[in-house]
């Protein structure tokens, strides 16, 4: 639900991408309620998409059983819940990500542990 401010703002936001030692990026796996939320990461814009999901995604998806099943050929990707078609090869900047973007992946024929969402 969109929050309004009934008035401006009179200080700086504590957020900004220069207060964090890299960019924050969200990162959502689709009916795996084992992860109520999206991960939170600091990731460089250098770092290529690829690498996200080779170096980045086991050390926080690597322990659910569906992970090891992963068809990655085969995963539709979101970024603020509109069809994302990332670049592999591309940095994540390359794939215009910025800082507090939400990307979320899903897997086909992948929905938990024993198809529960969880």
């Known amino acids: 639900m969109p929050v309004k401010a009934v008035k401006p703002y009179s200080f700086p936001a504590k957020d900004t991408v220069d207060k964090f030692p890299a960019p924050l990026l969200y990162i959502g796996w689709d009916e795996h309620l084992m992860f109520c939320a999206p991960h939170c990461i600091p ?27 992963i068809d990655w050929s085969r995963v539709t990707w979101l970024k603020s819940g509109k069809p994302f078609h990332p670049d592999m090869e591309k940095s994540v900047a390359e794939n215009g990500l910025k800082h507090k ?18």
Do not use: E, N
């Not at 990731?43 to 999901?53: D, G, R």
């Not at 973007?101 to 969880?118: A, H, M, Q």
């Open 43 to 69: 990731v460089p814009p250098t770092l290529p998409f690829k690498a996200l999901i080779s170096d980045i995604l086991p050390g926080i998806y690597g322990y659910h059983p569906d992970f090891s099943q």
């Open 101 to 118: 973007d939400v990307i979320r992946f899903c897997t086909p024929g992948l929905r938990g542990i024993k198809g529960s969402c969880s």
